[in-house]
Structure formats: C-alpha cells, structure tokens
C-alpha cells in the first residue's frame, strides 16, 4: 500500500533537475538518432545453476506477457515452505497473468515427479507438446499481432522484391513464397487468432530447417528494402518465440529440480500509479533549463549556444507538452526490486545473484537504477530507451527500512542528475560537432576521447557493473544477438517504435 507517493520524500525542485535535462536528451535522441540496439542476456547460454535460474524467470516473463505491450517483470522468492514467482507488469496481472502462471507452474511440479533418467527424447518432446500448447493459447493474441504485422506492412514489399528481382529469382524465392502461401492464409483468406498455434509450430520448424536464412540475402547494404527484410526476418521469429521460450522454461525446470522440490505459486505485485511527471511548464525555457545544469556560467553559455544550434525546433512548447501529459510510473522490474527491498525477512531464490527476468530489455533508467542500487542486484540487459513515464519506486513510511531506503534513493537520484546531465552535455557537444558550420582545428578539440565499449549484458559472473553512457551517444556497442525483444511499448513517449527495430543477421539459433 503506497501511502505517499515518492514527491513526498523528495523536494520538486530536486526532481526538476532530473525530468528538466532528461527531457532535452529525450528529444535530442529521438531526433533522427538511430536507435540503439537491444541486447539479450539468455543468449549467453551456461550451464550453471545460475544461468538456469535466470533462465527461468526469463522465460515466465516472456511467456507471461500475453499481449503486445504488456510487460512484466518476475523473481522467485524463497521462503522455507514453499517458492513465490513474484510478478509485476503493465498489464492485467491479477486477473490473467497470475491464474495463469498458477495453473502452468503445477504442470512443471508434475514433471519433477519423474525421474530425471525418464525425461529423456519421446517424453520430453510430449511435455514440450503439452506445455506449449497451453502456453501458445495464452499468447496468442500476441503471435496474431506479430502475423498481422508481416501480412500487412511486410510481406507485401519483400514478396514482391523477392520475385522481381531477377537476380535473386532463384528456385529458393519460389519456394519460400509457396511456403509462406501455404501457411500465412487459409483458402486464400488471412488466418484467424486460433490458427496462430499450427503458424508458430510450421515457424520453428522452417527456421530450424534455414528456410528464413535467404532473407539475408536482401539485407546487402544498398538494397532498397533491406530494413522490411530485416523485419521480416526477426517478424518470423516472433512467431515462433513463445514455443522457444517453453522449451527454455522445461529445460531450466529440469535443471532446477532441487530448487523446485517445493511448492511454486505465483503472486502479483501492486502495479503503481500513474504521477504527473513533476515539470512545471513555465520552467522549461531552453535557457532556464541551462541555467540550472550549470553554476560556471562560460559552460553555461556555451551548452546553451550548441543546444539552441541543434535543438529541434519547438523544444520548449514540446517539453511543455510533456509536463501537462506525461504520467510516471514505475517500471516493472523496479517494482519487483522494491518488493525485494521492504522484506524484513525471506529473499531471492539466490541471494548471490539478484536476477529479475523481464520480458524485454530494460531501459536506461531502469538499469542505471539498478546499478546505482546499494542492494547489489544483478544487471539487467538494456535497450538504453530514455522513457520520460519512468519514475523511482514508490516507498511508504510503513513499509520496513522506509527511512533508510529513502536515504538510499536520494543518493541515487543524485547519481541520476549527474549522469543524465554529463550524458546531455555530452550528446549536445556531439551533435554540434556535426554540424557543418564547425571548424576543424575545433572539432579537433572537441572529439570525444573515450572508446570504452560498455558491455549491457548481465553475466552471472559480474553482478555489478560501471554504468556508461546511452549507446546511442556513443555507437560504439557491439551487437552480438540475433533478436531484440522490442516490441512497441507502451513505456515511451514515441509512437511505433518499431519502424526502428534493427534485427541482426547471425545466423544462429537460440535453441
Ligand atoms: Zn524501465
């Protein structure tokens, strides 16, 4: 029960030096930036008991996200009788999540009752069978919008590409298209929510079997459609995710049979209430904004210079906007770190690695939270999204540790100010420097000098890390995963985010 809200513990004036710089970075960084890739940690597959655990609640966060743009965020807490999947989410989480995470989790419990020797090849592949079967009907709502994306926006473009283009009209293409006939439409009319189960199946098997490997051949720079063949690519992986994500969570049930002796039930966490993000408009001249990042006024007037040279035009009457329409909340993982946090008693399945599956990437503030959390939680993956619906968790004075852990909070807050305004100075300088106007013998100064590649990927080995800058200031981050997870979220202020999706050809599958 939140009895104040987090305003009350901390001064508006305080958060205004957050929001106000993080607004202007919002903006800079939707401005025709491209947009940063999404690392996925479980691709770094061990076979430790930890990177089992991890893939656990990875895969209750994936599975458990129903539909497009709910998120949920999961841990297992350990109590002596029994095991709690604490869930929190964007979505209706009480009356659809839970129920059906508590009719799913007894399922695994029956398949510990065999022997380990017994869950071998014929047997295994009819849990699967089972499993996924109710795992696809609960999804699919979720696979059917990922179907009715390639069928509309997608396939018509790359189809087409594919059979003109004489170069490429190979026997390859021809088949591929019959395929995608065969299965994408049912007597010549688009499938149904209910035909999404046999799609997904007919998906993983196509993938398995490299029919979606041609569509690299389209992504040759200079295509004229190589980002719809990117689409399309990561789009029929989509369809067959969920099925992937079930064999993960059976694999890592099997593995984790002594963690998993007791009884597993599944509890939801309050989602927060949505806050007025705390702008005040008549503060949000371009100038003021300036004036409070900076005491030394020479670095003042030079930001303020830059900025208003590569501002978007109508930055104040945007973030104006944004102060009478944004609503913060706390995002899912946090939730389940501020759960985690008010516990007198009891804990992380494994104290030593504070692990949070998400169903996505989080996003940059989520993980510099994170990072920056006295407690020591494992690192998330990030997508380093700047979301302006993002705030701190909520605390009530009730709650255990409330003091201490509001002391906690304002420290990092502090860290967050920094860091926020160090990386807007930062993108400012180097937009400037892009501009054609500059100087050389100036951008010979103004170079940026650090070529640190900071790494966002969780490993069970390095559970705390250096925060560093958003990939998109730096560019310099390696993608190293086939699939980002990014569907549009509803934790943004952009529109349909997945006109910038990148999808990376490795090759490879997970499973
Ligand atoms: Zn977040």
Known sequence: MVSRSQHGFHKPKELRRFYEPLGVLHELTMKGASKPRSIFSTSARGISIMQRRRDFVDA?????????????????????????????????????????LNNLLPQLSIILKHSAGDIKDDLNDKILVHLSDMVLDFGQEKIFAHYMKILQHIAPICLADMITDLNEADRDNLNFKAWFQDNFYKNGAPLLQEHMKPLARECLNAQQSGMFDLLREFTYQGHKHVTYFEKFYKQLRKLSLTIDMTSQ??????????????????????????????????????EGI??????????????????????????????VHYS????????????????????????????????IGCTKPSCYLCHLFISYHPARYSSLSSNSKICLNWRLPDISREEYN???????????????????????????????????????????????????????????????????????????????????????????????????DVVLFKGRGRF
């Open 402 to 500: 409330a003091m201490a852990r509001v002391e906690n909070q304002k420290s990092i807050l502090q860290q967050l100010i920094n860091t926020i305004r160090n990386q807007l100075e930062e993108k400012v300088k180097n937009e400037w420097i892009l501009q054609p106007h500059c100087a050389e013998s100036e951008i010979e100064w103004m170079l940026p000098v650090d070529d640190d590649t900071f790494d966002y990927s969780p490993q069970p080995s390095s559970p705390q890390l250096t925060p560093a800058s958003p990939i998109v200031s730096t560019g310099l981050i390696t993608p190293r995963f086939d699939i980002d997870f990014n569907d549009a979220s509803g934790s943004g202020t952009d529109g349909d985010q997945d006109a910038e």
């Open 60 to 100: 209750i966060a994936y599975i458990g996200a129903y539909r497009k743009g709910c998120e949920i965020a999961v841990a297992v807490e350990r109590r002596p009788d029994a095991l709690f999947v604490r869930v929190a989410g964007t979505a209706e989480i009480d009356k659809i999540v839970v129920p059906f």
């Open 324 to 355: 009478q329409t944004v609503l913060t909340q706390v995002h899912p993982e946090l939730l389940v770190m501020n759960y985690f946090d008010a516990l007198s008693d009891g804990g992380f399945i494994d104290e030593n690695d504070k692990y």
């Open 249 to 286: 969570l059976l694999e890592s049930t099997i593995s984790l049979r002594q963690d998993l002796a007791n009884e597993m039930v599944a509890r939801s966490l309050p989602s927060s209430p949505s806050l007025p993000i705390p702008l005040l408009p008549r503060k949000l001249s371009v």
């Open 290 to 319: 300036a004036n409070r990042m900076f005491s030394n006024s020479s670095k003042r007037n030079d930001f303020l210079q830059k900025l208003q040279q590569i501002a978007p035009p109508g930055l104040s009457k945007t973030l």
